[in-house]
């Protein structure tokens, strides 16, 4: 059994031991059960929650208010207009200030060094919602699913495509080699992760028994995948580098020449979404306009394929948020 995580931050996956995430696994399918049963849970009631948004969400703002909401305890929003992090107060004065209003604290923001300052003074659980260099609640959501799927995740073949070195890139490797997948990051040399990160997650996948690989090679890396997983080319704050990464990613786009170069007919396909799939949005159709292109990380008949599950992955949010939520504050 796992040590107790009551009190305990969830900043980043490498704090936490195999064990742990398996634990925090099994507690989101038992509550995921429970919810579709109907059964109103309690293990939250009379707690506040405080959610901190310096950048938009729609999928982790909503699942962390249904979660709360679904457990008994009360949740208030706080936009980067009602947070002035090193403006008017320092980000430790904040922390101390909101640890004394409530019980728990998600951040979603830039520097990941604002929700380890808020972990270390708030005096109650932080949780992080996405920073610049990791994404955990997310991650257990993907590998949540993979599991379903699968029924397991040591030995699964697990290749990322696309920016190798943003926050999703960094933490599914992470994750991966905590619990012993093979992971495979498909990208172009230039957008590969910090070595020193590699490197962590190669020493953790040598003691689960899985791998970590780079390959710019995009029909060898997906051989043989059992998950297909991208993401947006440019994350938010790089709008200005569309042309450049577009030009340099395209042999990385998921397409239904990549599903079927891996070989494997069950292969299955997974995006942390909002996708580019199709030109059907304001941005979609502003990208087309200005590039050409009405399809860049995923192609539309990938996205609404029975390969798919990005939906089954997206409703794991909730559940994977919700054990978060509830394992660390009860």
């Not at 109103?40 to 950048?55: P, S, V, W, Y």
């Not at 980067?80 to 403006?87: T, V």
Request: net charge negative; glycine share 8%.
């Amino acid at each position: 059994m796992p040590k107790n995580l009551t009190g305990q931050n969830f900043l980043k996956l490498i704090d936490f031991s195999s064990e742990e995430l398996l634990f925090l696994f099994d507690l989101s399918q038992d509550l995921k059960q429970k919810k579709r049963a109907g059964i109103q849970g309690n293990t939250l009631e009379g707690k506040n929650i405080a959610l901190l948004f310096e950048k938009p969400s729609t999928r982790t703002r909503c699942a962390f208010v249904v979660a709360a909401n679904d457990e008994g305890a009360k949740t208030e929003f706080l936009g980067k207009n009602d947070i002035q992090f090193g403006k008017k107060e320092t980000v430790k004065d904040t922390a101390r200030v909101l640890g004394r209003y409530f019980d728990g604290i998600q951040f979603r923001g830039f520097a990941h060094e604002t929700v380890e300052i808020l972990g270390e003074y708030a005096g109650v659980p932080v949780w992080n919602g996405l920073t610049d260099k990791y994404h955990p609640t997310q991650i257990l959501a993907d590998l949540l699913t993979v599991k379903e799927n699968f029924g397991y995740l040591k030995g699964i073949n697990f290749v990322y495509t696309g920016d190798g070195r943003n926050n999703m890139a960094n933490s599914l490797m992470i994750g991966c080699a905590k619990l012993g997948l093979n992971y495979t990051i498909c990208s172009p040399k230039e957008l590969w992760p910090e070595e020193k990160l590699v490197e962590q997650a190669q020493e953790l996948a040598q003691k689960s028994g899985g791998s970590i690989i780079l390959d710019d090679d995009p029909v060898k890396a997906v051989k043989g995948a059992d998950v297909l997983y991208t993401d947006v080319w440019v994350s938010m704050g790089e709008e200005e580098h569309f042309a450049e990464r577009i030009d340099l990613l395209k042999p990385y786009q998921v397409n239904q020449e990549m599903i079927d170069n891996t070989g494997n007919e069950e292969v299955i396909f997974l995006h942390c979404l909002p996708a580019y799939h199709n030109a059907d949005t304001e941005n979609g159709a502003k990208i087309y306009e200005e590039h050409g292109i009405a399809e860049m990380e995923v192609t539309d008949e990938v996205f609404e394929s029975d390969n798919s599950l990005v939906f089954d992955q997206a409703e794991n949010r909730m559940h994977t948020i919700k054990a978060v939520m509830v394992a660390t504050m009860t």
